[in-house]
């Protein structure tokens, strides 16, 4: 019953319940030990136009192969889970930055370089692929780490896709990472990345903003800064 409760039917990987929950405690562990958490948020590039062109069945079958391909790539104790549609997160329990980066890069080109075969169709995709850790900012919590991979995915997609954002360079804009927590809808998300600067974020709780940072923070359209 446990297994069910927390695995995903389709791709037998995690479930989002599953994953946040594991994050949380792992966050909580990584405080305790001093021992890095790394996080990776992965979402496969034009998706739609597999279930558009060749149908739901063989984007079933696409979803099923990463699955097998980001499992085969990790540690037996990494968690891997669907974290909905066609995006995937991952937890690397004591991976640094480098390390995290460099194992992330490996599944991009794994994934690349996949054919799923469906039929007599091949079909080839890519991913873009945000990754956080807790060692960029000691202290921080799960939300955070998660805006921080969730944001940097985007800012893959952004940037041209297939390609992998991680902590190797510093962040300068400031965003307010509640706001972009609570933009629930990816295309909120994706607008809301599309208004930044080339180059990286730097993500900070509303509460934490000094007066010039309040002024000058991004936000979503639309929205009027407090």
Same mark, same amino acid.
């Given at each position: 019953q446990f297994e069910a409760m927390t695995r995903d039917s389709l791709t037998g990987c995690y479930n989002r319940m599953f994953f946040d929950s594991e994050l949380a405690r792992e966050v909580l562990m990584a405080r305790s030990t001093g021992l890095p958490v790394s996080i990776a948020m992965l979402d496969l590039d034009y998706f739609k136009a597999v279930n558009d062109t060749f149908g739901h069945g063989?984007?079933?079958?696409?979803?099923?192969?990463?699955?097998?391909?980001?499992?085969?790539?990790?540690?037996?104790?990494?968690?891997?889970?669907?974290?909905?549609?066609? +995006?995937?997160?991952i937890i690397m329990r004591g991976a640094e930055r480098a390390i995290a980066r460099r194992c992330m890069e490996r599944v991009r080109t794994d994934v690349e370089k996949h054919v799923c075969v469906v039929g007599t169709n091949n079909i080839t995709l890519t991913?873009?692929?945000?990754?956080?850790?807790?060692?960029?900012?000691?202290?921080?919590?799960?939300?955070?780490?998660?805006?921080?991979?969730?944001?940097?995915?985007?800012?893959?997609?952004?940037?041209?896709?297939?390609?992998?954002?991680?902590?190797?360079?510093?962040?300068?804009?400031?965003?307010?990472?509640?706001?972009?927590?609570?933009?629930? +809808?990816?295309?909120?998300?994706?607008?809301?990345?599309?208004?930044?600067?080339?180059?990286?974020?730097?993500?900070?709780?509303?509460?934490?903003?000094?007066?010039?940072?309040?002024a000058s923070r991004v936000t979503l359209p639309g929205k009027r800064r407090t």
């Open positions: 063989a984007g079933d079958q696409v979803l099923q192969d990463v699955a097998g391909i980001l499992r085969g790539a990790l540690r037996s104790y990494d968690v891997v889970a669907r974290y909905g549609g066609e +995006e995937f997160g991913m873009s692929i945000g990754v956080a850790c807790s060692d960029e900012c000691p202290g921080t919590d799960e939300s955070m780490l998660m805006a921080a991979a969730d944001m940097r995915m985007y800012v893959a997609k952004r940037d041209g896709r297939n390609r992998v954002i991680g902590a190797e360079v510093s962040f300068d804009t400031v965003v307010d990472t509640e706001e972009f927590t609570a933009a629930s +809808e990816p295309m909120q998300r994706r607008e809301m990345v599309a208004t930044l600067p080339r180059g990286r974020v730097r993500l900070k709780p509303l509460s934490e903003l000094t007066e010039r940072e309040r």
